[in-house]
């Protein structure tokens, strides 16, 4: 990263990716917890996986594994490593 301006680029994407999984997560966990989640009391007892519900399966356990494999993809393909320091830019005067 030679310019301010590259450093500028760079940490925009990697914002709006870090944006968007989060994002994602917040779909996910909110699509499983509401969308599978039994209505009423008169209900049936919902089927138990390894002693969970599949709402709670699906949003409390799975889906922060998932999304933390996920982050650390993001961090390792996607972030790149920069200095921080400001570096001057060479003039020819």
């Given at each position: ?30 699509g499983f917890a509401y969308g599978l989640a039994p209505e009423g009391i ?23 594994l998932l999304f933390t494999l996920l ?23």
């Amino acid at each position: 990263m030679k310019t301010l301006s590259s450093r500028y680029r760079q940490a925009h994407k990697e914002a709006k990716w870090a944006i968007a999984l989060a994002l994602a997560y917040f779909a996910w966990w909110y699509g499983f917890a509401y969308g599978l989640a039994p209505e009423g009391i008169e209900q049936t007892p919902p089927t138990l996986y390894f002693g969970l519900p599949l709402w709670f399966l699906m949003a409390c356990v799975i889906g922060p594994l998932l999304f933390t494999l996920l982050c650390a993809l993001m961090v390792k393909f996607l972030y790149k490593d920069m200095p921080l320091d400001i570096e001057e830019e060479a003039s020819d005067e």
